[in-house]
């Protein structure tokens, strides 16, 4: 049962750089998500979907693209990587219609960007 | 003003001792909430969901105010292992949440 997969688990990138994200689940849940965690920080969100074809912005979505092509997978790309954008990168999934049900995270991503 | 709003802490307690943390929330359509515990450099992992009608696992108990819009947590006897930040978590269109309390139980 591998739940919510991401990867890479580390990656360092150069000022500048572009990258993707990956992000998967096989639970068959609509509704995921990604946040963004800074040292001594909550998870703040930066962008989330409801489903395949669907996206909204969150909290923090400046330099951050998503798309939703399948329900399975929620990558999250990096444009023009600048350093402010160091942070750990988890992304979460669950069911959308299921009141009390909780979110299931990844193992998240360490984003290095120098 | 943030959607979800919580002490940072930190709060440093010896073991054996009752702990709360409070979490007020903006959006008072909110429907589901919830705690996560996060280790060190590890995922959120949930810890309890909360209802109105306040609810107790073990030694956790969490309760729901929609009226001042804001949710608790309480530990009691609390143990070194408690030691974590303690999330709280609101649900409407999307889930937000809070910065996070750090709890530190010494012996």
């Known amino acids: 049962n591998a739940g919510v997969t991401q990867t890479p688990k580390f990656q360092v990138l150069k000022t500048g750089q572009s990258m993707t994200l990956q992000c998967a689940q096989d639970?068959?849940?609509?509704?995921m998500s990604w946040y963004r965690q800074d040292p001594g920080m909550g998870l703040r969100l930066i962008h989330y979907?409801?489903?395949?074809?669907?996206?909204d912005q969150g909290e923090v979505p400046n330099g951050y693209n998503v798309s939703r092509s399948t329900t399975e997978d929620f990558p999250l790309r990096l444009l023009s990587a600048a350093p402010s954008q160091t942070s750990v990168y988890f992304c979460?999934?669950?069911?959308?219609?299921?009141?009390?049900?909780?979110?299931?995270f990844g193992d998240g991503t360490r984003l290095s960007i120098l | 003003r943030k959607e979800v709003e919580q002490d940072p802490g930190p709060f440093n307690v010896p073991e054996g001792a009752t702990v709360a943390f409070n979490c007020t929330y903006s959006?008072?359509?909110?429907?589901?909430f919830f705690w996560y515990r996060q280790d060190c450099r590890k995922e959120p992992k949930l810890l309890m969901s909360v209802y109105s009608s306040g609810n107790e696992d073990g030694r956790f108990t969490a309760q729901l105010n929609r009226a001042s819009q804001y949710i608790s947590l309480l530990i009691r006897d609390s143990k070194l292992s408690d030691s974590a930040t303690y999330l709280c978590?609101?649900?409407?269109?999307?889930?937000?949440f809070g910065s996070g309390t750090r709890l530190s139980i010494r012996p």
């Open positions: 639970m068959n849940h609509e509704y």
């Open positions: 959006n008072s359509a909110s429907q589901s």
């Open positions: 979460a999934s669950r069911p959308l219609w299921t009141g009390k049900q909780p979110q299931h």
């Open positions: 978590v609101v649900m409407a269109s999307k889930i937000i």
């Open positions: 979907s409801v489903g395949a074809g669907i996206t």
